[in-house]
């Protein structure tokens, strides 16, 4: 069915870093995994350890899944927007240049899901 707008139409997005309050949106997903039916969408701060954003946020989501407890995180291999990517784990998300809705993706190599 088509629509006719009477007037134009100018859309004002509510998702824009600054309506945040200085945190930031980051969706995290794991590869292989349908447990879960997308990435998780995490509210946090740009100055926000890596580590910390894994072991404090990440763990606790994925702990459903039965492989949770079996990852090897210094083989877990990442994706940063769709590119192979190595974080440092250490440094802030910003230092680690993970923007506002960014998409982070890791794979476990020796994990491939609950169905084998």
């Known amino acids: 069915m088509s629509v006719v707008s009477r007037k134009e139409y100018i859309g004002v997005p509510r998702d824009r870093v600054e309506n945040f309050n200085g945190n930031q949106l980051v969706y995290v997903g794991w590869d292989n995994h349908l447990l879960f039916a997308s990435a998780f ?20 989501l994925i702990g459903a899944d039965p492989d949770a407890e079996k990852i090897d995180w210094e083989t877990v291999t990442w994706l940063k927007g769709n590119q192979p990517w190595a974080p440092d784990w250490d440094a802030t998300l910003a230092a680690n240049g993970i923007g506002h809705k960014m998409l982070l993706r890791f794979k476990t190599p020796s994990l491939n899901s609950i169905c084998g």
């Open 41 to 60: 969408l995490l509210f946090v701060s740009p100055e926000t350890v890596f580590r910390d954003m894994v072991q404090n946020t990440v763990m606790p």
